[in-house]
């Protein structure tokens, strides 16, 4: 009975651990933001990594999903079928596989995670097609559910399993339509078949061995939990020429649960973290001032909003499918479209200590808005005739050119997830607001922030928790060889500082750290 009960427990301990394991992103350094350079080619990314990231204190690279999918020309490339695999190689339009690999290794080499947009709920749609209109030119047959260079079959398919008559996923209220019928049309891969599994965890971990330190999980909530636990449970250590021994790769999961749905994002807390929906929805809403609510009702933000706990939450204030009108959050999402209050609400999200933070960097599109629908949403990167994806220029002004938004480039951001940097692991402190749109707050010892989203100007003495000095405010500028490029903000001995932010400022907020002292 005894040794029974040891084994349990040892059982339990090991998959405890495993869990514990990939809720680590592995950042390096101190940092702690990760961004997601949407639709950006390996090439471009590795120099970033060398040339950006890595000096302005970002951890990690969300890159688009590397597997090889269909070539869509109807419409003319979309993104979308980034998300429509036919196979697991390599290639992408993005890039070559050994493209990706020097990527990965050069941005490694800088102390730049890469983490994997990972599509492994489903192959292309029922109606993609057949042949050879695939970015490797790999063969497959949609309509027979055949994907040689896998291989899939037919039986490797959830068909059977789906009770629907369309096949696809009618009543989100029904579980298991929601995990066993086709997400719009797309071949929904049958997870509890030995060969899927094999296959699935074959991918990960070929991209686990090249150097990636995790994955975000595509469309999670249409995966069954336990099948993906014994995915997980399956996936190599990180590679130990950048990772310590016995590293998990780190998970976050897709998983859009914005209350009213059976199926629950607590249901995934155990296997990685989990995309908080909820809170780019709600934080778009206290901005744009909608329904009464205000920032100083932020001084209760996180849990008691009824997010998920912040060890197990991934944040951002919008991503590839919300700043779209797709996923969650409708119209309250705010978006690089309304820079101003896209940044305030990136600096209160950069400042604030709940969950893990993801940064969007982005690409204009030729926006088209029908009765609040936009007709262009599907348009794909900024490419070339032939559909191949342009590179991404850096202008003199450090700026991106030629439609790429590189939101992470904004000095305003950059300088908030410095900021994160610096005062990561100290508690939220001096909470002060006007009951109103106008809030202040530090972290420990080591940075404050004040916001002014009201009407009228913000004229205050505050409580900093600072040691007293002359600090340089890094949203409008930063400290450079000795002097403040943007305003100064002096701190008293008794850590007061006198702050005043006019609600017609360019960015109507302030914050210094300790490392902004002169």
């Not at 780190?250 to 994002?265: N, R, S, T």
């Not at 008691?304 to 996923?327: I, T």
């Not at 709940?354 to 960097?361: A, L, P």
């Not at 050119?401 to 305003?412: A, K, L």
Request: with cysteine; net charge positive.
């Amino acid at each position: 009975m005894k040794m029974k009960m040891k084994m349990k427990m040892y059982i339990l301990a090991v998959a405890f651990g495993i869990g514990l394991a990939q809720h680590n992103s592995h950042t390096k350094h101190g940092r702690t933001s990760i961004v997601h350079l949407f639709e950006w080619r390996w090439a471009d990314i590795a120099q970033e990594c060398e040339r950006y990231l890595a000096p302005n204190g970002y951890g990690g690279v969300q890159i688009s999903p590397p597997s090889e999918n269909i070539v869509v020309t109807k419409p003319w490339r979309p993104w979308w079928e980034r998300y429509q695999p036919v196979s697991h190689n390599l290639c992408s339009r993005s890039g070559t596989e050994q493209e990706l690999r020097d990527m990965i290794t050069r941005c490694n080499a800088v102390g730049v995670n890469i983490y994997v947009d990972a599509v492994i709920n489903h192959m292309c749609s029922a109606g993609g097609g057949e042949g050879r209109h695939s970015t490797c030119g790999s063969y497959f047959n949609a309509s027979k559910e055949e994907f040689p260079s896998v291989p899939f079959s037919e039986k490797d398919f959830n068909d059977k399993k789906c009770k629907t008559q369309s096949g696809n996923i009618e009543n989100y209220q029904d579980i298991y339509q929601v995990r066993d019928c086709r997400l719009v049309g797309l071949l929904d891969l049958a997870h509890r078949r030995e060969h899927v599994r094999g296959k699935v965890a074959n991918y990960m971990n070929a991209l686990i061995d090249m150097g990636v330190a995790g994955f975000r999980v595509d469309a999670c909530k249409h995966m069954w939990p336990e099948d993906l636990r014994t995915i997980y449970g399956r996936l190599h250590n990180l590679n130990t020429a950048w990772f310590p021994p016995g590293s998990k790769p780190f998970i976050y999961q897709e998983v859009i649960d914005l209350g009213g749905e059976p199926i629950k994002a607590c249901e995934y807390y155990e296997m990685g973290r989990v995309t908080e929906f909820k809170y780019g929805a709600r934080l778009g809403t206290v901005i744009r001032k909608w329904n009464g609510e205000k920032l100083s009702d932020l001084r209760t933000w996180g849990e008691d909003w009824g997010f998920m706990p912040s060890g197990k939450a991934l944040v951002f204030v919008d991503n590839h499918d919300n700043q779209r009108g797709h996923g969650a959050g409708g119209m309250s999402i705010l978006t690089f479209w309304e820079p101003r209050l896209y940044r305030l609400a990136m600096g209160f999200m950069l400042a604030h200590p709940y969950g893990m933070t993801r940064v969007m960097s982005s690409y204009r599109w030729n926006r088209h808005i029908v009765k609040g629908k936009d007709q262009n949403d599907w348009m794909g990167p900024p490419s070339f005739p032939d559909g191949s994806t342009k590179p991404v220029p850096v202008t003199q002004e450090g700026g991106c050119g030629d439609e790429w938004v590189c939101e992470h480039r904004w000095h305003q951001i950059r300088n908030m997830v410095i900021f994160r940097n610096v005062v990561n692991g100290q508690p939220l402190c001096n909470w002060w607001d006007n009951r109103k749109n106008q809030i202040a707050f530090g972290r420990g010892d080591r940075g404050f922030i004040v916001i002014n989203n009201d009407d009228w100007a913000l004229d205050e003495t505050l409580s900093t928790g600072l040691a007293g000095g002359t600090y340089c405010d890094v949203i409008s500028g930063q400290k450079e060889g000795g002097r403040c490029t943007g305003k100064q903000v002096v701190v008293g001995r008794d850590g007061k500082a006198h702050f005043r932010i006019s609600n017609s400022d360019t960015d109507p907020f302030v914050a210094i750290h300790t490392d902004s002292k002169l």
